[in-house]
């Protein structure tokens, strides 16, 4: 509950209740609190028994945690009941993402055989002032 709360923090919470509660109220308020505390979680765990009952023997098994949607896919893709394994495998993202940028910087990713399909021969426009391993300037300020 507190993962988030660091050392000087604490301390702070501390310095903070002995003030506005006071040294001889603040036990009392820490013992209300707790108190408050462990009767949100008894309804809590209530609550989920109830429903657990109403939903029948079928879901016996269910877990309120299930309804995060990380740990759905996480548990899906532990069970792998849809092969989503195999999906992921053969996917190649460096490979993919390679051919989309050789793509859009206009390289080819295959050589050609034939001479009709050189860009010469297809009626493109070649670029001969440029050398064909040259890169584009860097515009720091167009990224």
């Known amino acids: 509950m507190f993962n988030d709360i660091g050392p ?3 301390v702070t919470l501390i310095v903070l209740a002995v003030l506005v509660f006071g040294p001889d109220k603040l036990p009392k308020v820490i013992q ?3 108190r408050t505390v462990r009767k949100i979680r008894e ?3 209530s609550a989920k028994q109830d429903i657990r009952q109403e939903l029948g023997p079928e879901f016996k098994d269910f877990e309120f945690e299930d309804l995060n949607p990380k740990t759905f896919i996480r548990k899906q ?3 792998d009941d849809l092969g989503l394994k195999e ?3 053969g996917f190649d993202l ?3 993402m390679a051919e989309v940028t050789d793509a859009v910087q206009g390289r080819d990713t295959e050589t050609p055989t034939t001479p009709s399909a050189s860009p010469a021969s297809s009626g493109a426009r070649v670029d001969m002032t440029k050398k064909p391993d040259e890169r584009p300037p860097f515009d ?3 990224t």
């Open 32 to 34: 209300d609190v707790m």
């Open 43 to 45: 309804f809590s765990e």
């Open 77 to 79: 893709m532990d069970n």
């Open 8 to 10: 000087l923090e604490l």
């Open 87 to 89: 999906i992921r495998n």
């Open 140 to 142: 720091a300020d167009a």
């Open 94 to 96: 460096k490979k993919e």
